[in-house]
């Protein structure tokens, strides 16, 4: 069993891994949530608990369910446009999904979890996220693959048959 979600900040890691990233990483979004402008009518999160375990649940995704190998805690994690996608996805989900009296951030992320994970912004995040991993490099993938997302290779393979096609 891995650490709460806010004992890393204690240990003054920079990078983790299992559930212990996954916990880490999760704080840090719902933190990086809850400030964000686009956001700010529904930043009152009254269910802390049932948020942050929503965005835990979304952030398995990230590595295919799989145990999290070593990610590098940094705020460059939500400091980039695939962040802003995904609030994006956020903000499109609580007004959908939220009704009067409901912890919107909280329904809007158990929203994307059931609905959105194949959106092209969600897997772009995901995708993002994953870049900051030491995987069998020693240091983490974001220094060698910027940008590179997972929608990126979707569309560029539509255009291909679109081109094969005519």
Not at 11 to 29: E, I, P, R, T
Not at 53 to 81: H, K, M, N
């Amino acid at each position: 069993r891995g650490r709460g979600a806010g004992d890393f900040l204690s240990l003054g890691a920079d990078a983790l891994d299992g559930a212990d990233a996954v916990a880490a990483v999760g704080l840090m979004m719902c933190q990086a949530l809850q400030k964000t402008r686009a956001l700010q009518r529904w930043s009152e999160v009254q269910d802390l608990p049932a948020f942050v375990e929503e965005v835990q649940a979304f952030l398995s995704a990230a590595f295919d369910g799989e145990t999290w190998p070593r990610v590098y805690l940094t705020s460059e994690i939500f400091d980039d446009p695939k962040f802003e996608g995904l609030v994006n996805v956020v903000l499109d989900a609580t007004r959908k999904s939220t009704a009067e009296g409901e912890d919107a951030l909280v329904t809007a992320m158990k929203f994307i979890n059931q609905t959105k994970m194949e959106d092209t912004r969600v897997l772009r995040f995901l995708d993002h996220i994953a870049a900051f991993a030491d995987i069998d490099t020693g240091s983490p993938n974001h220094e060698i693959l910027p940008g590179a997302g997972i929608g990126d290779f979707e569309e560029e393979d539509e255009e291909r048959g679109a081109e094969t096609e005519g």
